[in-house]
């Protein structure tokens, strides 16, 4: 019987160095790109990042999935191909990548839209990469925003990810939490006056509001060019 403590796999016998391989090929592939927060952090804290979460909190210990954290987003974000990953990392990482990539062809608003669905129909493994994405890139958010988004961007997104959580839910009970509680408590600072430096807090899920209609709104606003990219 699957024990509730391990979502995905009991223990198997973990590779380091297939962890370190798949780091080694983030590190070169990320090498010039740094994170949209304020501090510019390196972009390859994010992926280590959304790979700790797997196994600190998400208690996952499959090691394509920690790997296919660690190379979630070479392929969206880099030059890196599906065929390279296959060749490198075998099939089932490399799958696990694919279904957690986003089409940059696409509109941004779209595409966003089209996560929200998509996400409903990826495979397990991939479910549980994108909780641990979401929830990376929901805490760095809150803590530090880009420069340049507003009170209703930074809550647009909260309201996006949320729909897509609900899209893959089932798959980690322990993610899943943690994210509930986010949506639920979670609140961030900004500055409302840049003189005076007064702060203001904000849920980052809007209470009192109709959260359809929001996320139609925010859709809209991604839609508009020019918008700079969420970087996740
Ligand atoms: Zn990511």
Same mark, same amino acid.
């Given at each position: 019987?699957?024990?509730?403590?391990?979502?995905?796999?009991?223990?198997?016998?973990?590779?380091?160095?297939?962890?370190?391989?798949?780091?080694?090929?983030?590190?070169?592939?990320?090498?010039?790109?740094?994170?949209?927060?304020?501090?510019?952090?390196?972009?390859?804290?994010?992926?280590?990042?959304?790979?700790?979460?797997?196994?600190?909190?998400?208690?996952?210990?499959?090691?394509?999935?920690?790997?296919?954290?660690?190379?979630?987003?070479?392929?969206?974000?880099?030059?890196?191909?599906?065929? /390279?990953?296959?060749? /490198?990392?075998?099939?089932?990482?490399?799958?696990?990548?694919?279904?957690?990539?986003?089409?940059?062809?696409?509109?941004?608003?779209?595409?966003?839209?089209?996560?929200?669905?998509?996400?409903?129909?990826?495979?397990?493994?991939?479910?549980?990469?994108?909780?641990?994405?979401?929830?990376?890139?929901?805490?760095?958010?809150?803590?530090?925003?880009?420069?340049?988004?507003?009170?209703?961007?930074?809550?647009?997104?909260?309201?996006?990810?949320?729909?897509?959580?609900?899209?893959?839910?089932?798959?980690?009970?322990?993610?899943?939490?943690?994210?509930?509680?986010?949506?639920?408590?979670?609140?961030?600072?900004?500055?409302?006056?840049?003189?005076?430096?007064?702060?203001?807090?904000?849920?980052?899920?809007?209470?009192?509001?109709?959260?359809? /209609?929001?996320?139609?709104?925010?859709?809209?606003?991604?839609?508009?060019?020019?918008?700079?990219?969420?970087?996740?």
């Amino acid at each position: 019987m699957m024990s509730k403590k391990y979502p995905l796999k009991p223990p198997t016998a973990l590779d380091p160095g297939l962890l370190l391989k798949s780091i080694h090929f983030a590190c070169i592939k990320h090498r010039d790109q740094r994170r949209k927060n304020e501090i510019a952090a390196p972009y390859i804290n994010h992926p280590i990042g959304v790979a700790q979460i797997l196994w600190t909190e998400g208690r996952v210990r499959d090691i394509d999935v920690l790997q296919a954290a660690i190379l979630h987003d070479t392929v969206e974000d880099t030059d890196t191909t599906h065929q /390279e990953l296959v060749k /490198e990392f075998g099939h089932k990482v490399a799958n696990i990548v694919k279904d957690v990539t986003d089409d940059k062809s696409m509109p941004k608003d779209k595409r966003k839209r089209h996560q929200v669905e998509h996400a409903k129909h990826i495979s397990q493994q991939a479910k549980v990469v994108k909780l641990a994405d979401k929830l990376y890139n929901l805490r760095d958010l809150k803590e530090c925003p880009p420069s340049g988004w507003d009170v209703k961007r930074i809550q647009g997104y909260f309201v996006w990810c949320q729909a897509v959580v609900k899209s893959v839910s089932g798959s980690n009970h322990l993610l899943e939490a943690a994210l509930k509680d986010l949506f639920a408590t979670g609140a961030f600072v900004m500055k409302s006056d840049i003189t005076s430096g007064a702060c203001l807090h904000y849920d980052c899920v809007p209470k009192d509001t109709d959260l359809t /209609e929001f996320l139609e709104a925010y859709y809209d606003a991604m839609s508009i060019a020019g918008k700079t990219e969420d970087n996740c």
